[in-house]
């Protein structure tokens, strides 16, 4: 993983594109490769387009959105997502046969990271 820069207009696997994960406030980001795989291996799963919500946020947007001080987003790590036609339950149970690390449930999205243990809420 790298210090942040100015998103690209750049592929980083068959269905995901680096801006797709930029911070809406400012264009930055940083994204793990390892959250970028399981990603593609979720899309190929379930066969389906997944929509990022919120990728990479910057500290500053962290703060505003309500994250957490050391959440995921900040380390380039995590995403939230939604897939058209798929619950937040449906998708988090494809979601755990990825093996992500980290999965919430939310009531209109979840949230998935890379994190070494595993970790499991409901928003």
């Not at 801006?19 to 990603?39: H, M, P, R």
């Not at 389906?48 to 500053?60: D, T």
């Not at 380039?76 to 980290?102: P, V």
Request: aromatic fraction near 6%; hydrophobic fraction near 35%; charge should be positive.
């Amino acid at each position: 993983m790298s210090n942040s820069h100015q998103a690209q207009n750049k592929q980083l696997s068959k269905n995901f594109n680096e801006i797709e994960f930029a911070c809406k406030c400012c264009g930055q980001v940083i994204i793990s490769n390892e959250l970028v795989i399981k990603l593609q291996k979720l899309r190929d799963l379930i066969g389906k387009p997944i929509h990022i919500n919120s990728g990479y946020r910057c500290p500053k947007n962290n703060k505003e959105v309500g994250g957490v001080t050391n959440s995921q987003h900040v380390l380039g790590t995590a995403t939230d997502i939604t897939i058209s036609g798929l619950t937040s339950k449906q998708i988090a149970k494809y979601a755990e046969q990825i093996g992500f690390g980290g999965i919430g449930i939310y009531q209109d999205f979840i949230h998935v990271d890379v994190r070494s243990n595993k970790a499991r809420w409901n928003g």
